[in-house]
């Protein structure tokens, strides 16, 4: 009978002749050259950007000094310090750095000149008696100094004003009186949409919420829509889920009691007022449309599902030789193959890029978002348009055909909540 080797013997003898392959291969085998250069860290760390970035938002210590500026120190604001109720008093909205003129940016940059006064914008609500203002101001020169000031912001507007009309001066008060129009016709929401109004929870998620969306503002006269959406609260897609019933409100004043509703939209047919709705709601002339409900299709991510390799780690991106581009994180500033620009970032439009260059050379001062429009042709939001950057992120609802034009519109759609 033939002698049996252990098991580990074969593995060995081949483990083994590897390694001795590879011993007395290696001298033969020549080292790796290239002609980039490594980045080494210290070289990193000393990377700096040609100029200070003077588009650069305000940092935490610049906002806690204006804030302080603008509640101790005598200015023409006269703000309310402790603002316990929206609406009741002035108080700001909104504190964001004021992008310098380029015909001030633009000496600074190519070496002749100093850098620009930094300036804040403020933007500031202001109620008196009968309306609302959203007023904008310019605060600075900045760091906060005795030499700092508030005065109008004009300059960029037209108008030659620096204020608005606010078309709600109570906004929560305003979502309590909404709230209560929907409870007065629960049981038509509850027989068309699946759902009512919870004045006593607003935040249910099983229930109806009702926003406003102000088309018109004339002569201390304003028109609301309101439009009745579920909450979202699954994956906060409130956005998404309109559910096609709309109301026409006009306000001429602070006061609720003088506030009257006027039409009412649903399906394609407008209803001058609430007796003609509920009307044609109870002789059953309303031709329903599937409800717009929340589920698995307004996850950003799919939760339910475990696809294969989603436990592992993700890719890692492996630079031997480091990265390509340099970064200037106090501004911001990238250079990348012969590219160099600055990032800043603003409230209203996002990112934006300054002094885009190639080679040194200015190819582009500013690209960034002005405006961005989407059109929805949805059942629920059809002849519509929402501005996507407004304040607060809330977009507006701007009717782009009149409200006789959509009471003659086809009524043959099909929806599938989906």
């Known amino acids: 009978m033939a002698k049996q080797w252990p098991k580990w013997v074969p593995v060995s003898v081949v483990v083994g002749f590897a390694l001795i392959s590879f011993i007395l291969v290696l001298p033969s085998i020549s080292p790796v050259h290239s002609n980039r250069a490594t980045v080494s860290p210290k070289h990193e760390h000393h990377f700096r950007a040609p100029r200070a970035n003077i588009w650069a938002d305000l940092d935490v210590g610049e906002t806690d000094a204006i804030v302080t500026f603008l509640h101790e120190r005598p200015n023409a604001l006269n703000l309310t310090k402790n603002v316990t109720t929206w609406g009741r008093g002035d108080f700001v909205n909104l504190i964001e750095v004021l992008r310098p003129n380029k015909s001030d940016a633009v000496p600074y940059l190519d070496n ?3 850098i620009p006064e930094r300036w804040a914008r ?3 609500t202001q109620n008196h008696e009968d309306t609302a203002y959203v007023s904008n101001y310019m605060l600075g020169p900045l760091p906060v100094s005795n030499n700092t000031k508030v005065s109008p912001l004009t300059y ?5 004003r620096n204020y608005i009309q606010s078309p709600i001066i109570d906004y929560f008060a305003f979502l309590d009186w909404a709230l209560g129009v929907g409870e007065s016709i629960k049981d038509i929401t509850q027989d068309l949409l699946g759902a009512q109004t919870n004045r006593s929870n ?3 998620p099983n229930g109806l919420l009702i926003g406003s969306r102000p088309a018109l ?3 201390g006269r304003m028109i609301h829509w309101l439009e009745f959406f579920r909450p979202g609260t699954k994956s906060d897609a409130r956005s998404l889920l309109p559910q096609g019933l709309y109301l026409k409100l006009n306000t001429t004043g602070p006061n ?3 506030w009257s509703t006027a039409d009412w939209y649903y399906n394609g047919v407008l209803y001058p007022n609430l007796s003609s709705f ?3 709601w109870e002789t059953h002339a309303i031709s329903k449309t599937v409800p717009n409900l929340d589920g698995p299709w307004t996850d950003t991510e799919d939760f339910i599902s475990m696809p294969v390799g989603r436990n592992q780690a993700p890719p890692l991106s492996i630079q031997p030789y480091g990265p390509r581009f340099d970064l200037d994180h106090e501004n911001n500033y990238i250079s990348w193959m012969g590219y160099s620009f600055y990032i800043t970032i603003s409230q209203s439009t996002a990112v934006s890029l300054f002094d885009i260059r190639f080679k040194s050379n ?6 960034g978002l002005q405006e961005a429009l989407a059109r929805k042709s949805h059942i629920c939001c059809s002849y519509v348009s929402y501005f996507i950057s407004t304040s607060r992120g809330c977009p507006v609802l701007m009717l782009l055909e009149t409200l006789e034009l959509c009471s003659r519109l086809p009524r043959q759609y099909s929806h599938s909540g989906a």
């Open 362 to 367: 200015r190819t582009i001062y500013h690209l």
């Open 202 to 204: 607003p935040d249910d």
């Open 278 to 280: 509920r009307h044609a």
């Open 122 to 124: 403020v933007v500031v």
């Open 112 to 114: 002749h000149a100093n």
């Open 156 to 160: 960029p507007y037209n108008s030659g």
């Open 256 to 258: 609720t009691d003088e």
């Open 217 to 219: 503002i004339e002569h």
